[in-house]
């Protein structure tokens, strides 16, 4: 077929054979990408493009500078593309050498335009071949961010996935039928996921002998997920990665265990169905910095069980708010500060510009400025007054002092870890532009006076330029053509362009170079002269910018550690300045941390509707769990009423003080819990034939069988998707479970009324519910958590509030009085089949029994 191809397509021929089948090739051809066959067909369904045929062969093509548009669409639609432009200068009766330059895929993105500067862009890989289950790893190909771990089993694995929301994951084809549910899916050759291939791949990598390390020296599934994806980037997409420097191994214990159904549920950082952003990632994000965006979503998202580290994160706030003007001037300072951590990355991928050095330079020339702020800070502290309540010292709520004379540990740590860089910041200032181009071919980086070679060739082109200027004005004198212009076009250079009716005044000695519609193009021997010195200087003193360039960005990336670690500290820093700005404006308190199972919460107040609530005012309310006589907190009351909002508030408070964030309550403290678990709400599963009622039992299993005494459980309504009798006995027996064998920290909300007795015959069960005031048939939320049950639903009075028909509504209450009295007709009939005859003598007998036996049972209603 080679014989019957032009050399162009051969060349396109090798080079498309070089790539996977799944992979786009954009081919430059002058001033636009071209495609061609297959790859032509399924880019003009994606993009919209004209399909054309030359010489039989299909093709589409793309504008070069528009290029950016069309590939991010490509990549959205989950393909891979490689770009194919030229890198020899065209040469007479040659072909132009092109290669490819790069590999773009979903999870190997670096173009900011295309990514959400406030999250992460993952790469993952998964193999099945650990000695936990299976080995997981991901790379953030823009920051740097490698780990790799071990889980269990697939339940692990797939609550990882959701935790991570990888773009692109990686599998060896082996393995790709057993993950083909997985979302990004990629399948690649085996062997890159063997031990010992994956092994050596990373040992040469990060230079060492072994990855002792790294820690994951017996993880062997991990290793060969993280070995395949430096593979992957390195061999297929062709990237450089030599800002890839550390290698992070974690293990599930280190961190809360949020599964996915835990994640949506409590919306921790998406809300549901979109619309506004109701998640606590939205409440709490006051962060002014994308590097500190993204760590705020990954800290909500890997709640710490440590003690130690998030006590020096509260303590960090605590300094912050005992001095708010360094606070203001901390968040203004940052928010001078650009992406650096994804800046760096450019630049050691082939998309960095000289505008990626302006960033870095005016993000490091803030960085003296974050360290004298902090010092201050440190020196601003009373040794013998630590800030408890925003505003409110230790003493003042019958604390003790606590001495801390100098900046708090984690403070210096982010201190130190900040580093000015000043050889750096003077080198890019000294030669770098303000404003400096988009691309690096265009010349005009670098100030004049930097590098004298430079200035010489710059000087010869305005002479040049100058020198056609006068030209022009010498050759309207000589002939007296006013019209008369010098111009300039990248196919015929320079050229003297009169117009028809003046032709006959050009001189004998001009050339004819061309003939256009509206007159003649000349040029003369001596401006042939002075455009190739012009050209050259210019075309020279490009080529010698693109050489600066890439040595300035090399000594630039000399600090690749300095830099790496300057945007983490920042980041850091970023998060807890939002965390004390976000105390600062709602009143939060900072919450005592322990290893006991005690929950206790004083005028809890829900993070998100706290912050948005504009019709009421948001009522506060107590909790009190622990592993004894409040291990399980059976809640009752009418919809509407807040019961789900208070639960899911109690596991939010938990988890936000597990990041380190202050709490919005009066007073708090928090028994660390090692995974919260979550049943809330219907759904159906219909893409895995699941009915609503199997996915709540499928969550409901998934609590049983993986929850510790060290847990905190939300159950909101189990049972509710079959019958009365069934729902209730599950309800009432997964309680006992809980209580029983579990032992774990339970919430549990309900409709049953039934299962107040619990509390007759376990002693870790306590009752309360929403209180509410009934007036003229009408019911009032009062939004308060009191102890005791409710005797009834009101979902009568709800109806009559959304809206039912009054025909609906007074049927229903009479079917509900006739249940209520178990009552049949005189032919034997369901009394509920019609309503009942008014009574005679005020209540019904054995309507008068239910309710006292009822009241015998109620617990005395009271408020904490």
């Known amino acids: 077929m080679s014989e019957t191809l032009t050399p162009m397509m051969q060349q396109y021929q090798s080079i498309r054979r070089s790539l996977p089948a799944d992979t786009l090739l954009l081919f430059r051809l002058g001033d636009f990408y071209e495609m061609f066959f297959e790859d032509a067909k399924e880019a003009s369904a994606i993009l919209n493009v004209a399909l054309t045929k030359r010489n039989l062969t299909p093709m589409c093509g793309i504008p070069h500078h528009a290029a950016d548009n069309y590939i991010r669409r490509l990549i959205k639609a989950g393909r891979r593309v490689a770009i194919c432009d030229q890198i020899g200068e065209p040469q007479k009766g040659q072909i132009v050498q092109r290669e490819i330059t790069h590999i773009v895929s979903p999870g190997t993105v670096a173009d900011l335009h295309m990514l959400d500067a406030k999250r992460n862009n993952f790469l993952a890989a998964i193999y099945a071949g650990g000695k936990s289950g299976y080995g997981f790893a991901f790379v953030d190909l823009t920051t740097g961010d490698f780990r790799l771990t071990e889980l269990a089993d697939e339940k692990e694995l797939a609550d990882e996935l959701a935790r991570v929301q990888p773009a692109e994951v990686l599998v060896s084809e082996e393995q790709a039928a057993q993950f083909r549910d997985v979302r990004g899916l990629v399948a690649r050759d085996g062997y890159t996921f063997l031990l010992d291939q994956a092994y050596f791949t990373l040992r040469d990598h990060f230079k060492v002998q072994s990855l002792d390390g790294f820690g994951c020296e017996e993880l062997p599934g991990a290793i060969g997920a993280a070995g395949a994806i430096l593979h992957y980037l390195k061999t297929e997409l062709r990237r450089s990665l030599s800002h890839i420097t550390r290698l992070v191994c974690y293990r599930n214990s280190q961190f809360m265990v949020l599964d996915a159904a835990t994640q949506a549920n409590l919306e921790l950082v998406e809300a549901r169905g979109g619309g506004r952003d109701t998640s606590l990632l939205g409440a709490l994000d006051r962060t002014v910095t994308p590097m500190g965006a993204r760590k705020l979503r990954d800290w909500i998202l890997h709640p710490l069980c440590e003690i130690a580290p998030l006590q020096q994160r509260q303590q960090m706030i605590a300094d912050l708010l005992a001095e708010p003007f360094l606070l203001g001037n901390l968040r203004e300072t940052l928010k001078s500060i650009r992406d650096m951590e994804r800046t760096v990355g450019r630049l050691t991928q082939t998309g960095g510009n000289a505008r990626d050095l302006q960033v870095l330079r005016m993000s490091l020339e803030q960085i003296p400025q974050l360290r004298d702020d902090l010092e201050a800070l440190g020196k601003a502290r009373n040794p013998l007054e630590e800030v408890g309540r925003a505003g409110a010292p230790r003493q003042a709520r019958g604390l003790e002092p606590v001495e801390t004379a100098h900046l708090s540990g984690l403070g210096e740590q982010i201190r130190g870890d900040l580093h000015p860089l000043p050889h750096v910041v003077e080198l890019l200032t000294k030669a770098i532009v303000d404003e400096p181009p988009a691309l690096t071919r265009e010349g005009g980086m670098f100030r004049d006076g930097y590098f004298a070679p430079l200035d010489e060739l710059r000087n010869a082109g305005r002479e040049g330029k100058d020198w056609i200027a006068q030209l022009q004005q010498r050759a309207i004198e000589e002939t007296g053509i006013k019209s008369l212009k010098v111009r300039y076009t990248s196919v015929f250079g320079y050229f003297i362009e009169v117009t028809k009716s003046n032709l006959h005044l050009v001189p004998q000695s001009w050339h004819r170079k061309q003939t256009v519609a509206t007159g003649e193009r000349f040029i003369t021997p001596e401006l042939k002269e002075v455009e190739g010195k012009i050209l050259g200087a210019d075309e020279r003193a490009k080529a010698l910018e693109q050489e600066l360039f890439l040595q300035i960005r090399d000594e630039v990336l000399r600090e690749l550690h300095a830099l790496q670690s300057t945007a983490a500290a920042v980041a850091t820093l970023d998060v807890l300045g939002a965390f004390g700005e976000t105390a600062r404006l709602f009143g939060y308190c900072r919450p005592s941390l322990s290893e006991d199972l005690r929950i206790n919460i004083v005028d809890g107040r829900h993070p998100v509707l706290d912050q948005s609530l504009v019709e009421e005012k948001f009522v506060p309310n107590d909790v009190l769990l622990d592993g004894e006589k409040n291990r399980l907190l059976i809640l009752t009351g009418p919809n509407m009423a807040g019961k789900s909002t208070y639960i899911r508030q109690v596991a939010l408070l938990t988890l936000m003080a597990q990041i380190g964030s202050w709490v919005p309550a009066k007073e708090a403290e928090i028994g660390l819990a090692d995974r919260i678990f979550t049943r809330v709400g219907a759904s159906d599963d219909l893409s895995r034939g699941q009915s ?141 089949a019609e309503a009942p005859p008014p009574p005679k003598h005020g209540m019904p007998r054995n309507k008068k029994k239910a309710e006292q036996a009822r009241a015998e049972m109620k617990p005395q209603m009271t408020l904490f």
């Open 692 to 832: 609503t009622f199997m996915v709540e039992m499928n969550e409901t299993a998934n609590i049983t069988n993986n929850a510790t005494v060290r847990s905190l459980v939300i159950l909101d309504e189990i049972g509710r998707g079959t019958s009365t009798f069934d729902g209730l006995s599950i309800a009432w027996s997964v309680a006992e479970y809980l209580h029983d064998e579990v032992k774990a920290r339970t919430l549990f909300a309900t409709h049953y009324h039934e299962l107040t007795e619990l509390e007759l015959t376990r002693t870790g069960v306590r009752n309360y519910n929403i209180a509410v005031r009934e007036w003229n048939d009408q019911i009032i939320f009062l939004r308060k958590i009191i102890k005791g049950g409710a005797d009834k639903s009101y979902g009568i009075q709800v109806a009559r509030l959304a809206g039912l028909p009054a025909g609906i509504i007074a049927r229903a209450k009479e079917i509900l009085s006739n249940l209520e009295q178990h009552e049949l007709t005189a032919d034997g009939k369901p009394a509920l």
